[in-house]
């Protein structure tokens, strides 16, 4: 598959101006915590685990997003599956994690956006707006109108990644006041509930018996889908000299079965991530140092001893 996708070129492949775009980033992160945090009245720089966190979610972000693997996710829906676990899920975590909590307070404590954060970080409401869009964005009607043009593409990946933020806030914000889940029980039923609203979506793609998107199914369609982001002179030359006519060319799967494998993988990728946060949850709640008795206060051992 390789060799057959060295077809669509260097800039399809790697994403030049996506790289510069995620080392700017990066850059923009050493600057702000490193030599210019003095200016925002900080003095520690993040720890050597933040600092690793965000960048190992900058290094995630351009493999899903800028390299290959993206040009991929338009030949097949396991690829893309692989990438929308990594973007939505696990991406938004490195970054809570991994950006220092008075970035997060200098933007998120605006009064616009403190008002909007408090009623869109309500569990209720999170929980229910990503595994919604999420879901409505894998309607095939949907999915396929997103993979037809750039606008509708950008637009709802930049939503859903909002939304996969948002999902994680009630029990991992970096701004307290946006933690609404505070007691283990209360994370572990979270955890739980985003792990069985998503499953819906999953099922639908996994027990399908016909292929439900036309981006991977047509070969107009699948076309349009490579548009957005293989150069259009180099696509029209692939086009009329190779006769591309569809991802069955570069995949050994056919189209129905590359589709379930693609929600499974999506069910696993989304099982571990949960599952790793649970146990991290389980140990907090039950490590040693939690389950310490506490001493009894000075003022009591005294008043026993008087009598």
């Not at 993040?46 to 991929?72: A, T």
């Not at 009630?170 to 307290?176: A, D, F, N, R």
Request: with cysteine; aromatic share 14%.
């Amino acid at each position: 598959m390789w060799l057959n996708l060295q077809l669509f070129g260097f800039r399809a492949l790697w994403s030049p101006y996506f790289f510069l775009f995620v080392a700017l980033l990066g850059v923009t992160y050493f600057l702000i915590t490193g030599p210019l945090r003095h200016k925002f009245g900080v003095e520690d720089r993040p720890s050597v685990k933040q600092q690793s966190l965000f960048y190992l979610g900058l290094v995630l972000l351009y493999i899903v997003k800028g390299s290959p693997v993206d040009l991929l996710t338009h030949i097949t829906l396991t690829a893309h599956m692989i990438q929308m676990a990594i973007y939505l899920i696990v991406f938004p975590i490195l970054m809570i994690k991994g950006i220092p909590v008075w970035i997060w307070e200098k933007v998120l404590l605006k009064p616009v956006i403190r008002s909007v954060m408090k009623v869109l970080t309500f569990p209720l409401i999170s929980i229910i707006l990503f595994n919604g869009l999420f879901s409505m964005y894998h309607l095939p009607f949907i999915f396929d109108l997103t993979k037809s043009s750039p606008v509708f593409h950008t637009t709802f990946h930049l939503v859903l990644l909002i939304a996969g933020f948002l999902v994680w806030f009630p029990i991992m914000s970096p701004v307290k006041e946006f933690a609404h889940i505070k007691h283990p029980l209360g994370k572990i039923f979270y955890i739980f509930g985003n792990s069985v609203l998503i499953t819906p979506a999953c099922v639908l793609i996994i027990f399908a018996d016909a292929p439900l998107f036309a981006a991977y199914s047509s070969s107009g369609a699948w076309i349009q889908a490579l548009a957005l982001c293989v150069p259009g002179d180099v696509l029209s030359g692939l086009a009329s000299s190779f006769q591309i006519t569809g991802p069955e060319m570069f995949s050994s799967l056919s189209t129905l079965e590359d589709q379930q494998l693609g929600g499974i993988i999506m069910k696993i990728m989304q099982e571990i991530t949960y599952g790793s946060i649970l146990a991290k949850v389980f140990y907090s709640w039950f490590s040693p140092e939690a389950l310490k008795i506490d001493p009894l206060p000075v003022t009591t051992v005294q008043t026993n001893d008087a009598n």
